[in-house]
């Protein structure tokens, strides 16, 4: 497929990231970055100074219960393992980290404002909360504290408060959801364009849920496929959860479709519909949007899920040299592999605060902390963090930028034999698009 073709190979890629290290370049979670420092405050007897051995405590804000529990433990897991190994290495500046965890459950507003002000109250060095809510509400809280916050709530209206209100302590660690519908357009143009895939149609049926997130993929990828002559067969919002598809199957059925795009984000809705789809399954790519990532969704679709494409602007890498280890040691902490997202950004970030801290020389200075945080290009596990202007979140490579180095994979993953192949974009790629088991070729 097209995204093979870049002169780019992904040995010498990889290799050129793992030498990097000047120029604000930070690469993975080296030992050594947040231990062999020790915070000095002086004392109140006369300025003599002394080493502070208390815990400094961070704050994880995620959803422990409700719809939403699979990705949070997948966050929480993260968080804990970065945890771990930088106290393992001496902690923050010579002091261990503790992490705080309250359940945000499905983010409603009361409840996220109630997280953020205790977490305020406590002191804490650091949020990372995962999810927040669409409308901000819980911002003014930290943004007022000042207190470095990290999310990945993939909301382009969070992202524009924080640009309108000047906020400079609120990072959302991942590219907007907006990128989700136009990445997918530009991937089915190459499977088209390499004679890859040749669709039976070229019209689409769209399945979303009514949430503002899902609602905006949608219509972003609505709009980019109608630009290419595609048609729309059907435009179907539920509310979510969901799980008897009958009715939303009966008319993809009675017009197949080139292509079906869900968008929804939750695995139980996602796995229930693809197994019910591949009851009778029309002649269509199916596409559905990130809750393949979530371990559960394997969990309940199983075979079934065979052949379906999902995509993630934010996710673990596959075959690369800083995110084997920690899968590897994921695995091992928790006797089961990580899920693709949230496990690995949220194991991410606590790192990149740590090292920013370590960095300021006092995690509770928080304008030096946010300032190094704002000028760092870390390399994680999930490819590039980089916050480049005053939005405060990173850009997807290859969408926005063509430099992989300065931005965060888009990654699109295909369902093969019960695994998840990466299948775009290049040089992260682990293998190539195969027609789904029910098309024929």
């Known amino acids: 497929m097209a995204a093979n073709s870049t002169s780019v190979s992904r040995k010498n890629f990889l290799r050129g990231l793992g030498a990097a290290g000047a120029g604000g370049l930070v690469v993975g979670a080296g030992g050594g970055f947040a231990g062999g420092r020790a915070s000095a405050p002086s004392s109140a007897a006369g300025g003599n100074a002394t080493v502070s051995k208390q815990p400094i405590v961070i704050g994880s804000g995620s959803p422990v219960t409700g719809l939403y529990s699979g990705d949070g433990q997948m966050m929480i897991r993260g968080q804990q393992l970065a945890v ?74 969070n992202v524009d408060f924080v640009k309108q209100h000047g906020i400079k302590n609120i990072f959302q660690g991942d590219p907007s ?95 229930a519909f693809i197994k019910q789809f591949r009851q009778s399954p029309t002649q269509s790519l199916v596409y559905q949007q990130y809750a393949p990532s979530i371990p559960q969704y394997l969990n309940l679709a199983g075979s079934a899920a065979d052949g379906v494409l999902w995509s993630t602007v934010v996710g673990i890498l596959q075959n690369d040299p800083v995110a084997d280890p920690f899968q590897a040691a994921f695995t091992k902490k928790f006797n089961a592999a990580p899920g693709f997202s949230n496990a690995g950004d949220q194991y991410d970030l606590v790192h990149l605060w740590a090292q920013s801290a370590a960095a300021a020389g006092d995690p509770h200075d928080f304008a030096a902390v946010n300032e190094i945080i704002k000028n760092t290009t870390y390399r994680g596990v999930c490819g590039s963090y980089r916050f480049p202007d005053d939005y405060l979140t990173c850009y997807p490579y290859p969408d926005e930028t063509k430099d992989p180095s300065l931005g965060m994979p888009h990654l699109t993953f295909q369902i093969q034999n019960g695994k998840q192949v990466l299948v775009s974009p290049a040089p992260y790629t682990t293998g190539s698009f195969q027609l789904p088991p029910w098309l024929k070729k």
């Open 84 to 157: 771990a190994e930088i106290n393992a290495r001496g902690g923050v500046l010579g002091r261990p980290l503790k992490l705080a965890i309250l359940d945000t459950q499905a983010q409603q507003p009361d409840v996220m404002k109630t997280v953020f002000q205790k977490f305020v109250s406590e002191g804490v060095a650091a949020i990372f909360s995962g999810f927040c809510t669409y409308t901000s509400v819980e911002f003014p809280v930290v943004a007022q504290a000042g207190i470095p916050t990290f999310h990945v709530n993939t909301w382009h209206g």
């Open 177 to 271: 959801e907006t990128w989700y519908g136009p990445g997918m357009a530009v991937l089915i143009d190459d499977l088209i364009r390499t004679k890859t895939w040749t669709p039976s149609s070229k019209s689409m049926a769209i399945v979303t849920s009514n949430d503002p997130y899902s609602l905006n993929i949608a219509k972003t990828f609505q709009a980019q496929m109608t630009k290419s002559g595609w048609t729309t067969t059907m435009f179907q919002q539920f509310t979510a959860p969901q799980a008897d598809w009958s009715a939303v199957l009966v008319n993809i059925r009675n017009k197949p479709p080139g292509i079906v795009f869900f968008s929804d984000y939750a695995a139980g809705d996602e796995a």
